[in-house]
């Protein structure tokens, strides 16, 4: 079965509040309907059944997109900046035992 929310089961409740506005009735009870076979979380459930009062009361569905692109998701990594010895930091050698600052640590 496809949902009319693409990735569906990894949107957070917070997410998923917002993204339902821009669906019809048929398309909530399609949602409504995975969500009591799969998760059946009494938060989505309620926040989708309300929305379907909302909808048979006469409001319309928002103009979003269910598609768009979500905030929630981290963007890929930049290529960033190379490490190159002009770049890099100085280097670290670490004493062989103890701590040279600290005359309680024999060295």
């Not at 019809?24 to 998760?39: F, K, N, P």
């Not at 269910?66 to 981290?74: G, K, L, S, Y």
């Amino acid at each position: 079965m496809g949902l009319p929310l693409p990735d569906y089961d990894h949107l957070p409740t917070s997410s998923l509040q917002h993204r339902i506005r821009a669906l019809t009735a048929g398309e909530l009870e399609q949602v409504l309907d995975y969500e009591r076979s799969h998760a059946d979380r009494a938060q989505v459930r309620t926040m989708v059944e309300a929305r379907l009062e909302q909808l048979r009361a006469g409001a319309e569905p928002s103009s979003g997109d269910p598609d768009a692109t979500r905030p929630e998701t981290a963007p890929p990594p930049s290529s960033g900046g190379k490490v190159t010895p002009q770049t890099s930091g100085p280097p670290i050698n670490p004493p062989s035992q103890g701590v040279p600052s600290n005359p309680a640590q024999p060295r």
